[in-house]
Each structure stands twice: as structure tokens, then as C-alpha cells.
Nanobody
Framework: QVHLVESGGGLVQPGGSLTLSCAASGRLRTIDSMGWYRQAPGNQRVLVASIIMRGGVNYVDSVKGRFTISISNDRSTMSLQMGSLRPEDTAVYYC?????????????????WGQGTQVTVSS
């Protein structure tokens, strides 16, 4: 099992910066990928940025050049560094992990979510 806890959300003015953190615990070796999602009121939860353990980073077009995702070597901490924030970045941000384990001929998998942290960009 993997457990995720987000922190770092808050109120920031447009153009400001904020860094979110996701603390992961449990069976970290089972993590295949991790990512940050966000959900604004009345909207669907969408992927913002993701990192694949075997290599690779992805960003939604609207945050490219402004956000940076990173993960510690032991996979215990994932961060989202956000800069040049805009009001449309306002949302609840969720940490996500996709895991897999067991033999290759009979694998098991799961998707794990954190509780979410509110980010509000407003003047």
C-alpha cells in the first residue's frame, strides 16, 4: 500500500510562486508513476504534470514553462514548483500514484490519491 499526503497550498497573488509537496509512504518500490492533478469547482479533475519512474516527464500545455515536477531519489517526496501563477490555476490540487506489483504473468495494480490541497490565485 502507498499513502499520499499533500501540503503547501494557499493563497497567492497573480504572478506569484508556490511549491506543493506530496509525502509518500508505504511500498514505494511499487510506484510506476506519480502526478499532480487539479480540479476547479464544476470541472473535471485533470492532469497537470506527471513523472514516470522509468524516465519521462509530462505537462499540460497551459503550465509548460511555468511548473516543474520533481521527485526525490527514494520516491518519498514529490514536488510541484509553480511560478507565474494565474487565476485560472485556482483549484484543488491532488497528488496521484500508480502502482503495480506481483509476478509479470499475474500483476496487480492500483491508483492512489492524496486528500488534496487548495491553491487560490487572486489579487
Amino acid at each position: 500500500q502507498v499513502h499520499l499526503v499533500e501540503s503547501g497550498g494557499g493563497l497567492v497573488q497573480p504572478g506569484g510562486s508556490l511549491t506543493l509537496s506530496c509525502a509518500a509512504s508505504g511500498r514505494l518500490r511499487t510506484i510506476d508513476s506519480m502526478g499532480w492533478y487539479r480540479q476547479a469547482p464544476g470541472n473535471q479533475r485533470v492532469l497537470v504534470a506527471s513523472i514516470i519512474m522509468r524516465g519521462g516527464v509530462n505537462y499540460v500545455d497551459s503550465v509548460k514553462g511555468r511548473f516543474t515536477i520533481s521527485i526525490s531519489n527514494d520516491r518519498s517526496t514529490m514536488s510541484l514548483q509553480m511560478g507565474s501563477l494565474r487565476p485560472e490555476d485556482t483549484a484543488v490540487y491532488y497528488c496521484n500514484a500508480k502502482t503495480s506489483w506481483g509476478p509479470v504473468e499475474a500483476p496487480s495494480s492500483s491508483t492512489v490519491w492524496g486528500q488534496g490541497t487548495q491553491v487560490t490565485v487572486s489579487s
